[in-house]
């Protein structure tokens, strides 16, 4: 498998299709930690958003052009001149800046959204384009649902896309429809057909729906696309896009097969697949693959028995490959900074010292309470002392009392705008005393609507991390909390979702982005 361009670009879209997941938003600081932590894993492009869907994604991925140097920075914009005006303003200020532009180009999105012609979509193409390229060197087209769309006319749609300036064409599998032998026809079809397309990037962008999103970004990279779209996690619209993980990893453990490698440092995956489930509060299923709690997890005794005597019986990787911990070293309330901070390294969290001390505060107190401090505790902490975000509500005090011979009661200390007000209530049982006491507090007039707690690691010292989603008014947002005590994991996960859900009413959409 050889083209011209042999080496694969890693295009993250965590921070756009990634963040259209139900649920998941994320405010500007958090989407620039994000983006920094993408480009030290080496990502070659982060799409930063849609400027023109809200001012919070404008103004975030304007924060990120200015703070990112070595990837690229993409803004995402209809095939509409206010769209790609937007983008460009959003990114224009970044070190590699990039616009994206899309139209639709199935027969089904042009008669039933669009409402026009293949011939009216061609002339649109050929103007936004355009449009884009007079304003930047990095233009990427793509044609939405180009998996359902006829064959000759999309090769006619990207030979006028590349006329018009496009560097990339990209072919999205919007609807997680195609398979990869289909994919791989439909690539190889346009390499014959695309007029000029030796001097454009193939990029893919799939989606999950039937569960085939990373099999045929894999399988169109062999057909001869060189950009993998893909997201943190695999998140991302309805069942998500390629996982970036995944694909990552199939081409460096599979290099004999397919012998191209995207530049990513493989050891920060781990580190940055925790901080995206945090900060969206989307949990990583345990059986996912590569960043998921079990998959490094040997169950069975024949397996286990293998692996004692050779690790690569049953193992096609190392968790270390991927940053999983990366140590089985155990600190404890007599382990001073400076191990931290060597462990805070090796887990793929490069901190300044500030932090550092931050992290060790917190580390001492929960030592005191826990004999044994693992990785998954260490990682606990970075992610609610440095990565949660200073916002409306702030959790101070609480108190619960329950038991067999009392009704469950919880009096509860919260900071709303840093003013600090104090109330009690009763429930069915301590969670449910603690959440509807703070749900008053708060104004909102919200229900949850899943709950999960989980030990981090074992013994009945652990941290306990709770996530849950709550719906007031149609919005739904999800929070996420830890520690050794569970009932205060319960209470910083709602703050951490009424925080959200107060970033969400504040974010009013400028224009519905409609087709
Ligand atoms: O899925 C899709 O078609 C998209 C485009 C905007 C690339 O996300
Ligand atoms: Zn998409």
């Not at 095939?79 to 616009?99: F, S």
């Not at 107190?365 to 440095?386: W, Y």
């Amino acid at each position: 498998m050889s083209t011209s361009q042999d080496r694969i670009i890693i295009f993250d879209t965590t921070l756009r299709d990634g963040e259209q997941s139900p649920g998941a938003s994320m405010d500007v600081h958090e989407k620039v930690l994000v983006a920094k932590q993408l480009e030290m894993l080496g990502v070659d492009k982060i799409e930063a958003g849609f400027p023109i869907s809200s001012p919070g994604d404008f103004d975030a991925v304007q924060a990120i052009a200015g703070e990112i140097t070595k990837s690229s920075v993409v803004g995402l914009c209809r095939a509409k001149d206010e769209d790609i005006k937007a983008a460009w303003e959003a990114v224009k200020d970044a070190r590699k800046p990039c616009i994206h532009t899309f139209i639709a180009t199935s027969d089904i999105h042009l008669k039933y959204q669009l409402r026009m012609s293949r011939e009216e979509v061609l002339k649109a193409v050929e103007h936004s384009v355009g449009l884009c390229s007079s304003l930047c060197n990095d233009v990427e087209f793509s044609a939405m649902d180009a998996t359902r769309s006829d064959w000759d006319y999309l090769a006619d749609v990207y030979t006028v896309a590349i006329e018009a300036g496009a560097k990339t064409i990209n072919v999205p599998d919007t609807v997680g429809y195609t398979n990869p032998q289909e994919f791989y026809n439909l690539i190889t079809h346009l390499r014959n057909k695309v007029r000029g397309i030796e001097k454009a990037v193939i990029s893919v962008h799939c989606h999950n729906d039937l569960g085939m999103a990373v099999a045929n970004s894999v399988s169109a990279v062999m057909a001869g696309a060189r950009q993998i779209e893909c997201t943190i996690n695999g998140i991302g619209e309805r069942a998500g896009n390629t996982s970036l993980e995944e694909v990552v990893m199939i081409f460096n453990v599979r290099k004999d097969l397919y012998g191209v490698v995207p530049a990513i440092d493989t050891t920060l995956l781990y580190p940055t697949s925790r901080l995206v489930s945090h900060i969206t509060g989307i949990p990583v299923q345990p059986n996912k693959a590569v960043v998921g709690a079990n998959a490094f997890a040997h169950e069975s005794g024949i397996h286990q028995d293998g692996y004692l005597k050779e690790r690569s019986t049953y193992e096609i990787m190392t968790p270390e490959t991927v940053g999983f911990g990366m140590s089985r070293l155990v600190l404890g309330k007599h382990s001073g900074k400076h191990a931290l901070s060597k462990r805070l390294e090796a887990l793929g969290y490069h901190l300044d010292e500030k932090d550092v001390r931050k992290v060790f505060k917190r580390f001492k107190e929960i030592a005191d309470k826990k004999k044994e401090i693992f990785d998954e505790d260490i990682e606990a902490i970075v992610l609610e002392e440095i990565y949660r975000v200073p916002a409306k509500y702030e959790l101070k005090n609480i108190v619960v009392s329950s038991g067999t011979a009392v009704v469950p009661t919880a009096t509860v200390q919260l900071a709303v705008d840093n003013k600090v007000i104090q109330e009690a209530g009763f429930g069915n049982g301590p969670v449910d005393a603690l959440y509807k006491t703070i749900i008053r507090m708060s104004g909102f007039d919200a229900e949850l609507k899943s709950f999960s707690i989980k030990a981090i690691t074992g013994g009945t010292d652990a941290q306990g991390e709770v996530t849950i989603e709550l719906e007031d008014k149609g919005k739904t947002a999800v929070g996420q909390g830890s520690d050794p005590d569970i009932l205060v994991a319960c209470a910083k996960a709602l703050v951490n979702a009424m925080n959200r859900m107060e970033f969400l009413k504040g974010r009013k959409a400028m224009k519905t982005p409609s087709l």
